[in-house]
């Protein structure tokens, strides 16, 4: 393998085919927002064919590229709302793929579907669609089961809400064909199924062992719990063999070892980051670390394509990386870090052998492109750029930052600069992160930063306390700090940018969404100096509502399930001291604000309601401030449309240039 060479020939129109664009002459908003003319390309078990995810009819479609026949099949024609979110192969010739679609009460929930490699025999395997009585709210693809290409084990609560069990599904003959939400017949379960594992606890999460017997479950409990419920076979009675509910403590199985005896797992019981560990599900006790990224959690594992082989784990330094257990792939990886130097380059998935791969190469002024890894000629071929409009020649420099927080705590973060131009002295945008719990900003391509850098602005992104990859200590440190120390440490990092020259102090504002929406209301409230404007995107404005237990948009609604109440009640504060989280909520602080504010909504937000946004609006309003208001009524939590993403940012764009512009 260490002879081999890297080509361009793969002829790259016939993928472009399903989705033609164009290089602007200058990046105009289109440029950083137009969805991703590939955002998932996945081999089959025999290497011969690709099956894409791309934007068709406003949407996001499924097609089948064959490699060597250089013909392209669309499998999908959905339209707007309705999207295809993921796919995986049966076998050569069945996909299995997962879309949203509207139900009739006017939301979208997801569903699986089967099709053929030729677009016939769609079938449903998870309905949403025709169902009028309750959304199904959990599906898993427990396992693939290899030695039969006729089905799949797939768990579903369809029975019992919250208590999934699995069955064994027809994926030929499974349930009735595929019609629309206004089909006058709807059978929701005339199906050829087999239940083969009652639900033994709530929300089950299950693993089968390497010949396919499920054998393992991790629940989650109301109370916040974790349980790893363990089997011996699959006549077995299920044991009980951890349980915790502190994170700290955390023990997450991810598959089973070759003996089919011990397990893989996560765990960050006994220290500080999360690393990868063999248990003994007999004696209950932890064995050999197998391996661990000194200073940083571990936070995915990588399998080989029938998912019996361990291949190796991934995890976030500075930039990504990556360990490889089996040394074949270990090779592979260090041969296209070569041949791609100073970019980061994931493999993405094989063939059943092992012997061709999907490979993405990408670095933080583009998104990358898809190669096709062929081992028996030792060659890569470019088979399509993931968004060809970015010119990484006119994108910003990012660079990473260290810095201390006024309690000696030290945090890491991003500096995105504009193209060809020093950081020195330049207007800034504060970009904190959401989540903001086990989230956290990395080095790669950033469609906001080079968005707003693209404008002029240097952009700062910080992994305050709280955010993920640091171990727990780091993690829990953020725990009801909302307005506190989390917000400090975003205050440090603008005093940093300032003091060491990055940042003009009197060009600054601030911008996040979600938890990084909270961040930008909250520095406009309390640190009314350092902002010249803030925008908020789906930001949280009153820390009460957290609490509510139904979640209500203009036309649909979520209760709030109890382990979610438990943990805000952990990481946010104290339901019951309200004037504690009115004191720290914008909402409660608005005229203490001196700065523009920019906010944007979607009505549909099931996870911070759209009444967020309204009350925000009106207190600045009534407290005689400048606020702008910008809202969608088919959007939910974020804006995730091409055509709302173009129309909020250029907004963004003109809110900035009017309050903070930038150089010319």
Not at 445 to 468: E, I, K, P, T
Request: glycine share 8%.
């Amino acid at each position: 393998m260490s002879q081999w060479t890297r080509r361009s020939g793969f002829p790259a129109l016939l993928l472009m085919a399903l989705a033609c664009r164009c290089f602007a002459a200058a990046p105009p908003v289109e440029t950083f927002y137009k969805a991703l003319a590939y955002p998932q390309m996945v081999l089959s078990p025999s290497g011969k064919y690709i099956a894409a995810l791309y934007p068709a009819n406003g949407t996001t479609n499924l097609a089948v590229i064959d490699i060597a026949g250089k013909t392209t099949k669309a499998l999908t024609g959905f339209t707007r709302p309705s999207q295809v979110v993921n796919v995986g192969w049966d076998t050569d010739d069945r996909l299995i793929y997962g879309f949203d679609a509207p139900t009739h009460s006017g939301p979208n929930f997801y569903n699986v579907a089967a099709v053929n490699r030729d677009g016939k025999n769609q079938l449903l395997l998870v309905d949403n669609v025709n169902t009028s009585v309750r959304r199904y709210q959990y599906e898993q693809v427990v396992d693939w089961t290899l030695n039969d290409p006729n089905s799949i084990l797939l768990a579903s609560d369809q029975e019992n809400e919250d208590f999934p069990s699995v069955y064994e599904v027809n994926t030929t003959s499974a349930w009735h064909t595929m019609s629309s939400a206004a089909a006058a017949s709807r059978l929701v379960f005339p199906t050829r199924r087999t239940k083969i594992v009652p639900a033994p606890g709530r929300k089950c999460e299950y693993l089968a062992d390497n010949a396919g017997v499920v054998r393992v479950c991790t629940t989650q409990e109301a109370n916040g719990a974790r349980r790893l419920l363990y089997r011996t076979g699959n006549t077995g009675a299920w044991t009980t063999v951890y349980e915790y509910i502190d994170s700290a403590k955390s023990l997450q199985a991810i598959g089973f070892a070759p003996d089919n005896h011990l397990l893989y797992v996560f765990s960050n019981r006994d220290r500080e980051t999360i690393a990868l560990f063999e248990f003994d599900p007999d004696t209950q006790k932890m064995g050999r670390l197998v391996f661990e990224a000194p200073g940083q959690d571990l936070d995915q594992a990588i399998w080989s394509a029938d998912h019996r082989q361990l291949l190796g784990v991934s995890y976030q330094e500075t930039q990504p990386k990556v360990h490889y257990f089996d040394a074949r792939t270990a090779q592979l990886q260090k041969d296209l870090l070569d041949a791609f130097p100073g970019d980061d380059v994931g493999i993405q998935n094989f063939s059943q052998d092992g012997k061709k791969a999907i490979v993405l190469v990408a670095n933080e002024r583009t998104p990358g492109k898809y190669y096709l890894y062929d081992d028996e000629r030792k060659q890569v071929d470019v088979l399509v750029a993931r968004a060809p409009w970015v010119d990484p020649k006119q994108m910003g420099a990012v660079k990473a930052i260290r810095y201390k927080a006024r309690d000696g705590l030290e945090i890491s973060g991003y500096l995105t600069t504009p193209n060809g131009k020093d950081a020195k002295k330049l207007p800034l945008i504060v970009y904190p992160h959401g989540g903001p719990y086990a989230v956290r900003d990395t080095a790669g391509w950033d469609a906001d930063a080079q968005f707003l850098a693209s404008r002029g602005y240097a952009v700062l992104q910080m992994n305050f306390r709280g955010s993920g990859g640091y171990g727990s200590t780091f993690r829990e440190a953020g725990n009801r700090e909302w307005g506190g120390k989390m917000q400090d440490d975003v205050t440090d990092a603008v005093q940093w940018a300032v003091t060491t020259g990055v940042a003009d102090a009197d060009r600054v504002c601030v911008l996040g969404a979600s938890y990084g929406g909270y961040v930008a209301l909250m520095g406009a409230a309390m640190t009314p100096e350092l902002y010249k404007c803030a925008v908020s995107i789906s930001g949280v404005t009153d820390l009460e509502t957290m609490f509510q237990p139904r979640i209500l948009g203009t036309s649909i609604f979520r209760d709030r399930t109890p382990e979610e109440l438990i943990f805000i009640s952990k990481v946010v504060g104290d339901k019951r001291n309200s004037a504690d989280l009115r004191e720290r909520s914008p909402v409660a602080n608005a005229a203490k604000i001196r700065a523009p504010i920019f906010i944007a909504h979607g009505e549909q937000d099931l996870i911070v309601p759209f009444s967020n946004a309204t009350q925000m609006r009106d207190a600045l309003v009534q407290a005689h401030k400048t606020v702008e208001f910008f809202s969608r009524p088919d959007e939910e939590h974020g804006f995730a449309q091409e055509a709302n993403q173009i129309a909020l940012f250029t907004q963004i764009e003109q809110f900035l240039q009017k309050y903070n512009p930038a150089d010319k």
